[in-house]
T-cell receptor, first 110, second 116 residues
Framework: GIQVEQSPPDLILQEGANSTLRCNFS?????LQWFHQNPWGQLINLFY???GTKQNGRLSATTVATERYSLLYISSSQTTDSGVYFC????????????FGGGTRVLVKP | GAVVSQHPSWVICKSGTSVKIECRSL??????MFWYRQFPKQSLMLMAT?????????EQGVEKDKFLINHASLTLSTLTVTSAHPEDSSFYIC????????????FGPGTRLTVL
């Protein structure tokens, strides 16, 4: 089956620090999304990025499809960035469904 | 745009009763809706995929008679947990997409079910 691995599993940051979250996947993807799950459980769409680079404010993401990984960059972290970050991939050959990684739990301390 | 709502946001019920959860796409037509389940401190697991007007496709290990899914319109899908038991207690999340299946999925806020 599809393997989606996220690292690190846990991350503690001081407010203002930068960080990089990684997502490795086992096959060519047709869709890759990054989400932030807030403390109330809501999944917030951050990026739809099957390939290339995108930026949105303090967040940016890069997917290198040929090497089967994606990176999420958080710059100048704020306490509101705390939560769990998930990447999810959709692989056509595996049935057209999103498969989630295990998540990275981020805590930003003031 | 691309807002998905769920109702209720939380529900407590007695063992043996049935619970219905609604998922609505508020500002787009959802050709496909998905239902996920999430246990505490775990990732999301897909339960089923539903297309408007057709039967849902369930993932391996998910009981279709236990978790009834109806996708009656392009903006509404429902999940009914029948004869609920404490082990069905979980966080249920729906998502929706329009167009082809590779398009971005948008998620509802989730429903926390507690079965006593």
């Amino acid at each position: 089956g599809i393997q989606v691995e996220q690292s690190p599993p846990d991350l503690i940051l001081q407010e203002g620090a930068n960080s990089t979250l990684r997502c490795n996947f086992s096959d060519s993807v047709n869709n890759l999304q990054w989400f932030h799950q807030n403390p109330w459980g809501q999944l917030i769409n951050l990026f739809y990025i099957p390939s290339g680079t995108k930026q949105n404010g303090r967040l940016s993401a890069t997917t290198v499809a040929t090497e089967r990984y994606s990176l999420l960059y958080i710059s100048s972290s704020q306490t509101t960035d705390s939560g769990v970050y998930f990447c999810a991939v959709l692989i056509k050959a595996a049935g057209n469904k999103l498969t989630f990684g295990g998540g990275t739990r981020v805590l930003v301390k003031p | 745009g691309a807002v998905v709502s769920q109702h209720p946001s939380w529900v407590i019920c007695k063992s043996g009763t049935s619970v219905k959860i609604e998922c609505r796409s508020l500002d787009f037509q959802a050709t496909t809706m998905f239902w996920y389940r999430q246990f505490p401190k775990q990732s999301l697991m897909l339960m089923a995929t539903s297309n408007e007007g057709s039967k849902a496709t369930y993932e391996q290990g998910v009981e279709k008679d236990k978790f009834l899914i109806n996708h009656a319109s392009l903006t509404l899908s429902t999940l009914t947990v029948t004869s609920a038991h404490p082990e069905d207690s979980s966080f249920y999340i729906c998502s929706a997409t329009s167009g082809n299946l590779y398009n971005e999925q948008f998620f509802g806020p989730g429903t926390r079910l507690t079965v006593l």
